[in-house]
């Protein structure tokens, strides 16, 4: 028996040095998206700047401040962002070792370092500038804190459990609902047992204390998120006014279904119907494991104790209920999002899989993950370190000139990365669309000139980089405001990256 738990444990550390530097693999490059680019922009300015611009944004604060914390280190390193993104999914994996196996067992937590690991999802967002993995993370924390609490409601436990309530709550607003919804089901359970135990015995506290605990936590979690509790309301009502946001449909549920197995969202790394069969595969081998542990006579005493892979799985739940309630009146839905959630998933896929899954079946559905995931990052790494990437970058700075202009409008997503790789060179958004953003994209730099006007231009005298995506749609509205005398053209070239598939249309002009 020893020899057999000593080996699961050399399995687990292997699967753990290997997982780490595979999802390595594809993050050590330079291009960047829309959603990036604003990241990038982020970490360079002061904690009182992030408070400010930040709370016009859609997302809480917590992760620009620990980019500004590596900014401070580095300066702007886009290596050093990336592996930020990459830290918090080999801690979570680890957390496999460290906790879950120490909670729940070593096959769950080996199971659980492994689809951390190797879940395609995982791989495609491993170095992704954004704060999901960090969200990931802290909520997975959370829940593991919370789950010891009502086992053992220790201090220890307690304070871990607030901190990661506040962490969370800091970090996305996903991880807020999320840590809502557990505080509830916590203050729910210590209730229940008060009310049970006073029935038992009238002088009984041992529940009546953890009550006490319970409100000092919330207390000192609500204290803690006060600061940015004002921001709140004014930055969901921006995430739900997001043109990327559309209200709830089953396109959308299978689209979270989809992207939960795969990461498939803007980018395409699994077939369709591959990446539907692969969850369905899975799902209905965890079905098979629920039914057997929960339903069968003789699992019922099992059954009282082992609940936590319901829990986890129905807080899942709990907090896609909760948004798509809010998504009838303001749309919050989106796929993205649920990846704050993905440690809970995880942990939901490994403990069935532990306790009732058949080795072979286990084995079978590790192999097809490996595969698929191969499939990805293979994917991922093409598209990452495709040569395409850095063409517009190195077009522009060939001929670049520290006076020179760089100008993008609603449209340019392009433009706005472009803008993160000239950061000392002034930059104009016009914003064409009226989107009113104005505070919240001075992260695209202080000096970044914000227009509403092509009026506005019609005192600047020279060169411009005019930056569009499908077609020359800016370039011919400059040509068509100021004329062909006023406006010379001194070169042209198209461009498209792998890297999300952006497309460049540069000009660049002589404004006289």
């Given at each position: ?32 998206w ?28 917590l992760?620009?401040?620990?980019l ?9 390193n ?59 993370l802290?909520?997975?924390?959370m ?27 800091y970090i996305?607003?996903y ?35 953890e ?21 709140v ?9 997001g ?9 959308l549920?299978?689209?979270i279904?989809?992207?939960?197995f795969?990461?498939n ?17 899975i ?6 494991c ?6 069968k ?6 059954r ?23 998504s009838?009146?303001?749309p ?6 649920f ?5 809970l ?8 899989m ?55 409008e ?51 005298k ?24 006023d ?6 070239s ?19």
């Amino acid at each position: 028996m020893d020899n057999t738990k000593s080996n699961i444990k050399f399995i687990h550390i292997g699967i753990l040095i290997v997982g780490i530097l595979f999802i390595a693999l594809s993050i050590f490059h330079t291009s960047l998206w829309f959603d990036e680019s604003y990241s990038v922009g982020m970490a360079s300015k002061s904690f009182l700047a992030i408070y400010f611009i930040g709370r016009n944004d859609v997302h809480p604060i917590l992760y620009y401040y620990i980019l500004h914390i590596f900014y401070l280190l580095f300066g702007t390193n886009l290596y050093i962002y990336r592996l930020l993104s990459m830290i918090p999914l080999a801690i979570l994996s680890m957390i496999g070792y460290t906790h879950i196996r120490k909670d729940f067992g070593e096959k769950v937590g080996l199971l659980f370092s492994f689809f951390t690991l190797f879940l395609p999802l995982n791989c495609v967002y491993s170095g992704e500038i954004r704060m999901y993995t960090w969200a990931m993370l802290f909520v997975s924390l959370m829940a593991i804190y919370a789950y010891r609490v009502y086992r053992k409601a220790s201090y220890k436990n307690w304070t871990f459990f607030a901190i990661f309530s506040v962490l969370s709550a800091y970090i996305h607003y996903y991880s807020l609902a999320t840590a809502f919804i557990i505080n509830l089901i916590l203050l729910i359970y210590f209730i229940k047992k008060a009310i049970e135990e006073r029935k038992k015995d009238s002088k009984s506290k041992i529940y009546t204390t953890e009550l006490k605990c319970f409100t000092i936590s919330a207390i000192s979690q609500i204290f803690l998120y006060s600061p940015w509790i004002i921001c709140v309301w004014q930055q969901i009502l921006g995430l739900s006014n997001g043109f990327w946001i559309s209200r709830p449909t089953l396109k959308l549920f299978l689209e979270i279904f989809i992207f939960q197995f795969t990461g498939n969202l803007d980018v395409k790394y699994v077939n369709e119907t591959i990446a539907i069969l692969y969850g369905a595969i899975i799902l209905g081998y965890l079905l098979y494991c629920i039914v057997k542990m929960h339903f069968k006579k003789e699992k019922i005493e099992k059954r009282k104790t082992n609940n936590a892979g319901a829990w986890a799985i129905g807080v899942y739940f709990m907090v896609m209920l909760f948004i798509l309630i809010i998504s009838i009146k303001k749309p919050l839905l989106y796929p993205r999002y649920f990846l704050t959630l993905t440690g809970l998933f995880i942990f939901f896929v490994s403990f069935y899989m532990a306790n009732e899954g058949k080795k072979c079946f286990t084995l079978i559905i590790s192999v097809l993950t490996i595969i698929i995931s191969i499939t990805v990052n293979y994917k991922i790494i093409k598209i990452n370190y495709a040569k395409s990437n850095n063409e517009p970058i190195e077009y522009v700075k060939e001929d670049l000139r520290p006076e020179d202009m760089i100008i993008f409008e609603n449209e340019s997503g392009s433009g706005f990365v472009l803008s993160m790789h000239f950061e000392d060179i002034q930059n104009c958004f016009y914003d064409a669309k009226n989107w009113n953003v104005e505070p919240a994209y001075k992260a695209f730099g202080e000096d970044l000139l914000y227009i509403k006007q092509l009026e506005e231009l019609k005192d600047y005298k020279g060169r411009m980089w005019v930056i569009d995506a499908d077609d020359y749609i800016l370039y011919n509205k400059l040509i068509e405001k100021y004329g062909q005398d006023d406006i010379t053209l001194l070169k042209q070239s198209e461009f498209e990256t792998e890297y999300h598939g952006y497309k460049y249309k540069i000009s660049l002009i002589n404004k006289k």
